[in-house]
């Protein structure tokens, strides 16, 4: 099958990017497919030669990445000339079928759903105002065109009954339901690397990791990973912080850190904060980390808290996040129904700091529950999934 994946970036050092490579590589090694990726960049990937020649075909098991350009400027404006961009590149090529992570393109033939803006936007309406002064501003007066901008796409993608989508939680299926009268959507949950993310790896890097950063032996941390960090719950987590004084947090995500380093200053945690962006190898901060913590406002997954899980650490996610599915509260790992109640989450951390044994008991069952959420699993069900579009697909050009 001659497959196009559209989606800007291709990576494992990211959330949705990473569950693209490892569905890209299973669908060429796995299932012998010709998968051409429209991307602005691309790693982490064995990457084939140039593409063939337009009509023709290789025999499969190939990846092939055609380069979308990548326009300077505001996120508003570079998502605008992707979604263009990528539209006119792939109008050179003939393809069995198209797949979008999201809404990269109108012409999609499946839609794999692992974010919904639509949500996003109605959670930045209750949203506290961040004194940050004029730049602040201009940055949250972006932020939500942007989010309008992709809740309108949806609206028009999503709606469209020719196009079939998965989500990556049942919670994502029930909102796409819910927003977009979309009863048919199959639910193919993110996978896990087990062999990378373990707690042998975790535990054999904790002393290096620690040490990289600074931590002393005797500290106690909490982790969390990830953009738009507002969403992710932070500031209930520094709420909780400031109930905690010998709790410690690391950060790790592309946000801008100054209304969260505000606040945290006003609370007075942000001594006892660190922030760094995403690197490469993602592990050396699980390693670092005593305690998963994403409080998410809304989240359709949340693969950071599963990596955390499969590598052994204990997890404090909400009940809004489409992962919390996987959590079986106090067995596995805790689920907040309310992500803002921040003495809730206090209370909790403050159990887990006293109680070692619980840490390392919760830690194990949430390794056992990981070992079962497998990219080979995503990949087969998404796999049966483009059988059956494909195959509907050419019952209608008949």
Known sequence: MRIAIVSPFVDRHHGTERAVAELVERLARVFGCEVHLFAQRVADLKISPAPLARGAHSAGGAIYWHRVATIPGPQL?????????????????????????????????????????????????????????????LRELHRRAYYFLLSKLEW????????????????????????????????????????????????????????????????????????DLRTKGIYTILEAMAQLPSVRLLVVGGDAREPY????????VLDRCIWRSTTLDI????????????????????????????CGLPVITSAAAGVSELVKDGVNGFVLDDP????????????????TDVRRVIGEEAAMTARECTWDRNAALIWQLLLEVASQKAQRSK
Not at 104 to 133: K, M, Q, S, T, Y
Not at 171 to 178: E, I
Not at 261 to 268: C, H, I, Q, S, Y
Not at 297 to 310: I, N, T, Y
């Open 77 to 137: 404006l570079r998502f605008t000339a992707w979604f263009i961009l990528n539209r006119l590149q792939r109008s050179r090529g003939e393809f069995d079928l198209v797949i979008s992570p999201g809404i990269n393109c109108p012409d999609a033939d499946v839609v794999i759903v692992h974010a919904l803006f639509c949500r996003l936007v109605e959670v930045g309406r209750g949203a506290r105002a961040e004194n940050a002064g004029l730049l602040g501003f």
């Open 156 to 227: 028009k993608i999503y709606a469209d009954r020719r196009i079939a989508l998965a989500g990556v939680s049942r919670r994502t299926a029930l909102l796409l339901d819910t927003h977009f009268r979309r009863d048919d959507v199959r639910v193919v949950g993110n996978g896990v690397d087990s062999t990378c993310f373990s707690p042998s790896s975790r535990l054999t890097r904790r002393e290096s990791s620690r040490s990289v950063l600074g931590l002393k032996p005797a500290d106690f941390v909490l982790l969390l990973i990830g953009n």
């Open 261 to 268: 380093g505000m606040a945290a200053g006003k609370l007075g």
């Open 283 to 310: 592990l050396d901060f699980y390693a670092a980390g005593d305690v998963y913590v994403s409080p998410s406002k809304e989240d359709s997954f949340g693969l950071p808290v599963l990596e955390a899980m499969a």
């Open 340 to 355: 803002e109640d921040s003495r809730a989450l206090a209370q909790l951390v403050a159990h887990l700091h006293r109680e």
